[in-house]
């Protein structure tokens, strides 16, 4: 079979073959998990979990013990994929990695695409624990996934004026009311990583309007435009960014995943409501 496009980029469609033939019916909901959202994959009923390694050009993440599962069921009466584990740029995979779960989402047949993951907090006040839901996005990860050759059907220049559907936006916010969790909005900025960010950097960030940072999601996004999905973005402020909390107060990686453990019972509901609210 063949699974590869000219110029080395795996092909949707495969990887869509290969999932219906585990899981015939057509997920109209696609949920990216990051940081914090982990638990939300083992909350399906009737779920089949397929590794990505049995997915052609699904990339598989090189953190220990996270070889990446995409996991497709019913979920508060939605048939629902969640790609549980994210190919990021700094791992070293190149965009069309990156991005492939998505075009793979689309491929499914995928309506609305829900991306979360865990961000430094840049707006004063904001709390390690709190979710923010994103209402647009600053692109500096040095690069646009839609870079190189064009998929079939797609369109080269795709508009981002709304790239974050308010529709959903404010389905995600009715979603954390239900949940009782505290939803803050804003903008979020994507950096390559994987080192954090300068003080300096931060104080810059500010300026440009950026209320929280993180090192994935705006290529998803990019992408899942251009396939004509609709994209909700929610982050997780697993920490207060650079230098904000005084200079002695260093960001670490044990931080982030720790507030991301305890934040993960209200990210589930969350999601849960996001879910049942798409009926
Ligand atoms: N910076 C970048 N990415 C992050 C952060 C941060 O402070 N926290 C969680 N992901």
């Known amino acids: ?42 909350a399906m009923a009737d779920a089949v979990s397929i590794p990505y390694s049995r997915v052609p050009g699904l990339a598989t993440g090189s953190v220990p013990g996270h070889p990446g599962r995409l996991v497709l069921g019913s979920w508060e009466g939605q048939t629902v994929a969640v790609l549980a584990g994210r190919s ?8 069309p990695q990156v991005t492939f779960g998505i075009r ?17 907090g840049i707006r004063r006040g904001w709390k390690a624990g709190d979710f923010m839901a994103i209402t647009d996005h600053i692109n500096l990860m040095g690069g646009n ?22 529709g959903l936006l404010a389905r995600t916010k009715a979603a954390a009311r239900l949940a009782k969790v505290r939803m803050r909005e804003g903008v979020y900025l994507a ?3 994987p080192s954090f960010e300068t003080p300096a950097e931060i104080r810059a960030f500010a300026t440009l309007g950026a209320d929280a940072v993180g090192m994935s999601t705006a290529p998803e996004a990019i992408v899942a435009r ?4 609709r994209v909700a973005g929610i ?30 019972e209200g990210a589930r509901r969350l999601v849960a409501e996001w879910v049942k609210m798409a009926g």
């Open 1 to 42: 079979m063949r699974t590869r496009r000219a110029g080395g980029i795996p092909d949707p469609r495969a990887a869509a073959r290969a999932i219906r033939r585990l899981f015939p019916a057509r997920p109209r909901i696609g949920i990216v998990l990051g940081s914090g959202f982990g638990p939300v994959a083992g």
């Open 88 to 95: 990021h740029y700094y791992e070293g995979f190149e965009w």
């Open 104 to 120: 793979v989402l689309a491929e499914l047949g995928a309506e609305e695409v829900l991306l979360t993951n865990a961000a430094g």
């Open 145 to 166: 996934p839609l870079r190189g050759a064009l998929p079939e059907g797609r369109e080269r220049f795709v508009d981002m004026t709304r790239a974050y559907d308010p």
């Open 191 to 193: 950096v390559p990583g």
């Open 226 to 229: 251009q396939c004509g999905l």
């Open 235 to 264: 982050s997780c402020i697993t920490n207060v960014a650079a230098g904000l909390a005084g200079p002695h107060q260093e960001v670490t990686h044990a931080e982030v995943l720790d507030v991301a453990r305890q934040v993960a």
